[in-house]
């Protein structure tokens, strides 16, 4: 299933998609798994599952906490796998969200492969920019993938217009500059960086990261972005609520959005 | 001429970072190429080196160990004798003008045992900049006076407690906060490591080391030296010895890894001997990672070589066989380092004495090679004085009393 699938039912209900991180492994490889299916169950529209990584350095400390704990706890790449393919059923697409060496250690082909077999839609890579990328567009070429690379307030017009050309699915707009976290304040760079890049995207939708942690938050993103990113507040949720927790929050993300 | 445009030095190098970091790495790629084709920036940077830093450093004739080992001619590059004690302080002098002339405000910098740390705030002190220095918490507990240095010089010290709370965990914090404030901010990186232009910038920094070694070693022997040894961890003072050399195909480069308690223990540094291809801190080059990609922690008794990983050049130059890299375990490395102190009288830094190390370990078979006494130059990259501690319980110092040797 790919990505637009969860776009277009999106916007055929006249709302922006909610897109949903939590890392594979957190708390525990099974739990990771309940967690993304309570996340889906609640009303994500797109999942992004998480591959920890020892050297994060676009995540701010509630990811880093998770992750590290996920690693900790021994979880493989095998298993970030094994979590898409565990939640991949349950009606929305799921991507994995991974710093790059681990793919490339892995084979880069060779998880294309096994992305794709396990269901997986894609693949968002926020340290690898399209420049560097040449193995993984054949790749997701060769294995129907899609590839979703990060655009930022920073990014120059001319970076826009080539980073939305190799994106395959959405294109993830990082709205403040700086470490992922949650924000009590949405950005106001982030309705004219939508903009910039929706005039090189054409149809592509719009993804918006930027610290939203409530459904009122969520409101005020989805009225100019396709899609709403929410990670970190998803992560703290879990980590402090548990299951009870995530849904609440969930479901609270999923009304700012509904019209 | 290498690195290519986009930073590449073959397959290694490039730049593996969030997008917006690149429009900074753009910037400061167009201000390094205009500034050193800039005779003003040029200059500047020269005269601080000449003025300030204390270079051009002398390469000293060492008879006395060279008498000692006997077969050979060892010349050493006497880098300790700079400002701050290393050759560290001709990258950091390079970046801040950089950043002064960039019109930015703020240097952030990583460190390991601190020695990169007090470089930067030294810099900073001197050009007027505010700087920030991360470093891991358990570095700065191992590292107390640094941290007292650089307090001292007026740098603020933010201690990293995330992942390892070592080197590579002060790296990925330097880059969070650099693309947070990247906008009056300039990252005052450490090795000839990390994205381009990092890599090209920093080893043209230092690459005086071996500008000045050639012509200094022609003018005392007359001739180019047979090989030149420097000490390898993310590899700068390395690269700026090796560079004005690579050319000279008659001169062997070698570059010492740091071996640790042995590459068949995998407790060690040695990331192009002991390690496999990969990309960490946004450049590919050799890492050491486990199966899934994951770091590996590095370890050796040299807090400067103790890095997961190696700038791309030096990556490169191993593939073409170019330079040779070999490990040179800790006892090895003290072994030197008690050596070079009895002899010479100089205390070297723990990472040259790796260089040291590896020279004398290499030496015999290269004079049956040549047919030749060799001339070798080492770089003896800094001075021993911030290695006491580590020394003083190595060789017991602290308890017995007594003398080595």
Same mark, same amino acid.
């Not at chain 1, 709205?175 to 992922?180: D, F, Q, R, S």
């Not at chain 2, 690579?246 to 195909?249: G, I, L, Q, S």
């Given at each position: 299933m790919t990505v637009s699938v969860a776009f277009e039912k999106a916007r055929a209900e006249g709302r922006a998609a909610l897109v949903g991180y939590l890392p594979a492994g957190f708390p525990s490889v099974a739990e990771g798994i309940a967690a993304v299916k309570a996340m889906i169950e609640s009303g994500v529209d797109l999942v992004e599952i998480g591959l920890p990584y020892s050297d994060p350095v676009m995540d701010g400390p509630v990811i880093q906490r998770a992750t590290e704990q996920a690693l900790a706890g021994g979880v493989r790449t095998r298993d970030v796998l094994h979590t898409v393919e565990a939640v991949a059923g349950a009606g929305v697409p799921v991507l994995i969200m991974s710093y790059w060496n681990p793919v490339e250690k892995y084979g880069v082909d060779a998880f294309a492969r096994d992305l794709a077999a396990a269901g997986g839609a894609g693949l968002i890579t926020p340290d690898l920019i399209p420049d560097e990328a040449e193995e993984w567009l054949a790749a997701s070429d060769a294995h129907k993938l899609d590839r979703v690379f990060l655009v930022s307030p920073s990014s120059t017009d001319e970076r826009i217009a080539m980073t939305v050309a190799h994106c395959r699915g959405f294109v993830y707009a990082t /709205?403040?500059?700086?470490?992922?976290g949650a924000r009590d304040s949405t950005s106001s760079a982030a309705p004219t960086l939508v903009a910039r890049v929706k005039a090189a995207a054409g149809n592509l939708p719009v993804g918006v990261g930027l610290g939203v942690r409530s459904g009122a938050q969520a409101a005020e993103v989805g009225a100019y972005a396709d899609g709403v990113i929410v990670g970190s507040a998803l992560v703290s949720a879990l980590a402090d609520g548990g299951l009870p927790a995530l849904r609440t929050l969930t479901q609270d993300l999923r009304s700012g959005l509904t019209p | 001429m290498l690195p290519d445009d986009r930073g590449h030095f073959g397959p290694y190098g490039g730049r593996f970072v969030p997008e917006a970091l690149i429009a900074a790495l753009d910037e400061l790629d167009a201000h390094y190429r205009k500034a050193m084709a800039d005779p003003e920036f040029t200059g500047e940077f020269e005269r601080m080196l000449r003025e300030y830093a204390g270079t051009p450093s002398l390469l000293y004739d060492a008879t006395h160990l060279s008498a000692h080992i006997g077969g050979a001619r060892i010349l050493l590059k006497r880098e300790d004798l700079n400002h701050t004690g290393a050759h560290k302080v001709r990258n950091v002098l390079g970046q801040a003008l950089l950043t002064k002339r960039m019109g930015k405000g703020r240097v952030i910098a990583e460190t390991g045992a601190g020695q990169h740390g007090v470089a930067s705030a030294t810099a900073a002190a001197y050009l007027d900049l505010e700087c920030v220095v991360y470093m891991g918490e358990v570095d700065t507990k191992r590292q107390a006076l640094n941290v007292a240095r650089m307090k001292m010089l007026g740098a603020t010290v933010i201690p990293v407690t995330t992942g390892s709370r070592t080197l590579k965990d002060a790296i990925n914090e330097a880059l969070r906060d650099w693309v947070t404030n990247v906008d009056d901010t300039h990252y005052l990186l450490g090795t000839a490591a990390g994205p381009h232009p990092f890599p090209a910038m920093v080893r043209d920094f230092v690459r005086g080391i071996g500008v000045e070694a050639r012509a200094q070693c022609l003018a005392l022997t007359g001739a180019l030296p047979d090989a030149v040894a420097a000490c390898v961890g993310g590899g700068s003072n390395a690269i700026g010895m090796f560079h004005a050399f690579?050319?000279? /195909?008659d001169v062997r480069l070698y570059g010492f890894e740091a071996g640790g308690d042995g590459i068949d223990t995998g407790r060690h540094a040695a990331s192009i001997t002991g390690g496999s291809h990969g990309v960490l801190h946004g450049s590919r080059s050799y890492l050491l990672q486990d199966e899934d990609g994951q770091t590996i922690e590095s370890h050796s008794i040299s807090a400067g070589l103790d890095y997961p990983s190696v700038g791309p050049e030096h990556a490169w130059l191993h593939d073409q066989g170019r330079a040779r890299y070999q490990p040179v375990t800790d006892a090895e490395a003290m072994d030197a380092f008690a050596l070079l102190c009895r002899t010479e009288g100089i205390i070297p830094a723990i990472e040259s004495a790796h260089a040291l190390a590896g020279a004398l370990r290499v030496l015999p078979a290269l004079r049956e090679e040549l047919g030749h006494e060799p001339t070798v130059i080492v770089n003896l990259s800094g001075r021993g004085d911030k290695d006491m501690h580590t020394a003083g319980e190595y060789f017991g110092l602290f308890d017995s009393g007594e003398v080595i040797g």
């Open positions: /709205a403040v500059m700086g470490v992922t | 690579v050319p000279d /195909a």
